[in-house]
């Protein structure tokens, strides 16, 4: 057996058992979430997503720290958004399925696209769920 996978293996069952799927010190899952749910959704928002890059660290909104080149040029009604949201009040607010299928397919509660430099997600329904789960198990 490749010592390696058997290493990798091993740790990964020592950061589960150890308490890792916790999302938030003193959080609890929102109701409904398994706290594997919550753990998946912290993987996807701070190792594959990026969002803490222009939602700040504690996804609390900040200033975008780029912009986009001067040679770019939007199609009307698109806007490059400056300050990236409150992500975690946001997701508070309307329902969990509705803010799933935003990272689903790019359409937000309204109706709407994100202005850039959002991008429009394209998620599996479960990665999506386990997001929202983690977000609303933030203060």
């Avoid at 409904?32 to 912290?42: F, I, L, R």
């Avoid at 299928?101 to 430099?117: C, K, Q, S, W």
């Amino acid at each position: 057996m490749n010592n390696r996978l058997f290493i990798f293996g091993a740790t990964a069952a020592v950061a589960v058992s150890v308490g890792l799927l916790v999302a938030h010190p003193g959080s609890a899952a929102p109701s409904g979430a398994t706290s594997a749910q919550v753990a998946q959704g912290k993987y996807l928002v701070t190792s594959m997503a990026g969002c803490m890059d222009c939602h700040g660290a504690n996804l609390h909104g900040a200033p975008l720290p780029f912009t986009p080149l001067p040679v770019v040029k939007f199609p009307p009604g698109v806007h490059w958004a400056p300050v990236a949201p409150n992500i975690v009040a946001l997701i508070r607010t309307g329902s969990a399925d509705k803010w799933a299928r935003f990272l689903e397919t790019g359409v937000d509660p309204n109706g709407g696209h994100a202005n850039p430099p959002m991008p429009q997600f394209r998620m599996k329904p479960s990665d999506a769920s386990a997001v929202i789960s983690y977000i609303r198990s933030l203060r």
